[in-house]
């Protein structure tokens, strides 16, 4: 009985932390799910590019900046329901985006 390893025993803290990081692993990729659902990263790299070559028109720079903003409040709400332990307000796409990325 003495040769007993306890070197690969299992905390209650060594799982509580394991589960907090699974949970922020896949609310971030719900997050990136989320996001990529209404335009992927190649048709916002297109989107950078014409807002930065001036292709936008005012309105569409408009609907572009909105977008931003909402990839940013994604990824908070991702943020803000890991830490708290609650269930992610995710926000809703910005109106005209669907027509935006169709063009793109």
Same mark, same amino acid.
């Given at each position: 009985?003495?040769?007993? !390893? ?10 509580? #932390?394991?589960?907090?990081? !699974?949970?922020?692993? @896949?609310?971030?990729?719900? #997050? ?7 335009? !992927? ?8 590019? #014409?807002?930065?070559?001036? !292709? ?31 269930? *992610?307000?995710? *926000?809703?796409? *910005?109106?005209?985006? @669907?027509?935006?990325? @169709?063009?793109?």
């Amino acid at each position: 009985m003495a040769n007993i !390893d306890f070197s690969k025993v299992q905390t209650t803290e060594a799982r509580t #932390a394991r589960k907090h990081k !699974d949970r922020r692993v @896949a609310l971030k990729a719900e #997050a990136r799910r989320r996001i990529a659902a209404v335009f !992927d990263d190649r048709t916002q790299m297109n989107l950078v590019g #014409a807002a930065i070559a001036g !292709d936008l028109s005012r309105a569409e720079m408009v609907v572009f900046r909105a977008s931003r903003r909402w990839i940013a409040e994604t990824l908070a709400a991702s943020r803000a329901a890991a830490s708290s332990g609650a269930d *992610p307000e995710w *926000p809703d796409a *910005p109106t005209g985006l @669907a027509e935006l990325v @169709a063009r793109f």
